[in-house]
Structure formats: C-alpha cells, structure tokens
C-alpha cells in the first residue's frame, strides 16, 4: 500500500487581447475582478506630414481552473475470509457528505478530495461484521486500489472462545472497542507493538508462528497475518491511545498511532515495518 509525498497543482490559463496595428511600447496590468488590459501607443501620420500619438486599450478575460481533486478506491472484503462484502456503508469520519454504498462486488469509490490531505474511511457496522475504521493519507494522485476490510461477528466469536481455552474468564465486550495492528511486511517477524495506556490484563493477544491466538502477547510472530489485537478498550477520542511498533532490525512506521475510537469498531492500524 503505497504511501504519498504532497501538492495541490493549481492551473490557470491566460487569454490576451489582440492588439491594433500599433508601434511603440505595450504594457499590461490585471484589475482586482481577474481581468487583464493592454495598453497601447499608436502613431497616425497626417497628410501634411504630421504625427500623433494616441493610445488604446482592451480588456482580456483570465480564465482558471479549481482545485485539482482526487478519489479513493477499491474493494470491500473480510479482513480474514478476504471475500468481498456488497454494499457496504463507507464515509469519512467527521466529514459530512462524504457517504457512499459499496457495490454488489465489494467495489467502491469515493471521490472529490484533495491532495496532500489524511482520512479515517469508516464503514458502518451491521449484524454480520463490526465497524472499521481505516485511515489512508493522499498526495497528488488518486488511489485506485484502496481495499478495506471488516472483521465479522463470527471471526470475533471464534477468537474468543480461542482465547477462553486459555482464560475461561475472557468475554469480549460489544460495546467497546478494538485496535488491530497489521504490518505490511509480512517478513517482519519479531516486532512488539505496545500500546499507551498499558492495556488491561487479558485484553489483548498475538497469534504464533502457527497462527494461534496467544493471550497477554504483543509479539508478532506469524507471516501469514503479522497482526496484535487489543480489545475491551473504552471508546475515546484521537489520542486517548498511542500505538508503537518496534522490531530489532527495522524501523517501524504507523499511519494512525492516536487513532479514535469507536465501541463495535476495529480500528485498523497499518504499520510499515522496513
């Protein structure tokens, strides 16, 4: 998933006046309604040999185009299955009417944005998956394959009775909230994702190398899905939580570290491990 640097070209086209038959100088100069006058001198020669010297102007209209806007798309899928899911409600966070429907296929787009400018897409929950929140950064060109993911009841299920073998005592709670970190680099193994405020005891879990969910670890240890998960967190605004990555030989980078939160919603933290 690539990441963008940022501008926001901006064109503007400029249509001169058309001049008379004229020596001398020309000058021009724009007035404050964005038109432009040229002025200039021009010599008429009389009968008996003698010259004057008049001058003349017209205006020419400046033209500009509006801002340069980009769109996002992509395909709606289970984070685990990776089938996709169809019409599937996604806005921006806090950006009003920003909202748009998935297609029948799980395919999106969402359009007039600008560069250089970061979003939390939010797909809103339903009784088969849980909310997610996604966030993507653009630069100066659209993204034309911007998958996103939801995470199911029946996933989430499953996980928790996973973890019961371990602490019968584990239940997970519909009205909070959970933080799925996911590294890009699924060659990344042996990263530690913490998170700040330390998470209570038995609220979060690593899968192994052989992708079973281990209770109270934040180590990545499996390829396939290099992701840690805390759960059971009390909803809260951008920056109730800090995520970091470490990994002993990479440097790790997280797009939305103090993301928001929401209960019944994933908050899906990609992290660049290179």
């Known amino acids: 998933m690539s990441r963008l640097a940022l501008s926001l070209p901006l064109l503007m086209s400029l249509a001169c006046g058309s001049k008379s038959e004229s020596t001398g100088d020309e000058s021009s100069s724009t007035t404050g309604d964005g038109t432009s006058t040229s002025t200039g001198a021009t010599t008429t020669t009389s009968a008996d040999g003698s010259s004057s010297t008049s001058s003349t102007s017209e205006a020419a209209d400046t033209t500009e185009t509006g801002p340069v806007t980009l769109s996002i798309s992509g395909e709606v899928s289970d984070f685990f299955e ?3 899911i169809g019409y599937a409600q996604i806005s ?3 950006e009003k009417g920003s909202e748009t429907v998935a297609n029948p296929d799980g395919t999106y787009v969402i359009e007039d944005l600008e560069p250089n400018s970061f979003h939390r897409i939010l797909l ?3 009784a088969n998956y849980w909310g ?3 966030p993507v950064q653009l630069e100066d060109e659209s993204i034309d394959k911007y998958d996103l993911s939801q995470v199911s009841t029946a996933v989430i299920d499953l996980q928790e009775a996973a973890l019961q073998d371990q ?7 519909e009205d909070a909230a959970v933080l799925l970190i996911a590294i890009n680099q699924n060659t990344a193994t042996g990263a530690t994702v913490t998170l700040d405020p330390p998470p209570a005891e038995n609220t979060y879990y690593a899968p192994d190398a052989n992708g079973a969910p281990i209770l109270n670890s934040n180590l ?4 396939l899905f290099p992701v840690a998960v805390f759960f059971n967190l009390p909803p809260g605004d951008a920056g109730t939580y800090t995520v970091t990555v470490t990994h002993p030989d990479r440097e790790c980078t997280a797009l939305d570290p103090e993301p928001p939160t929401r209960g019944r919603h994933v908050n899906l933290i990609y992290v660049d491990c290179v």
Do not use: K, R, S, Y
Not at 220 to 223: H, K, N, V
């Open 167 to 173: 602490n019968p005592d584990v239940l997970v709670d």
């Open 132 to 134: 997610a929140i996604v």
């Open 92 to 94: 921006l966070l806090d």
């Open 124 to 126: 809103a929950e339903n």
């Open 220 to 223: 990545i240890e499996w390829g």
């Open 82 to 84: 990776m089938g996709p």
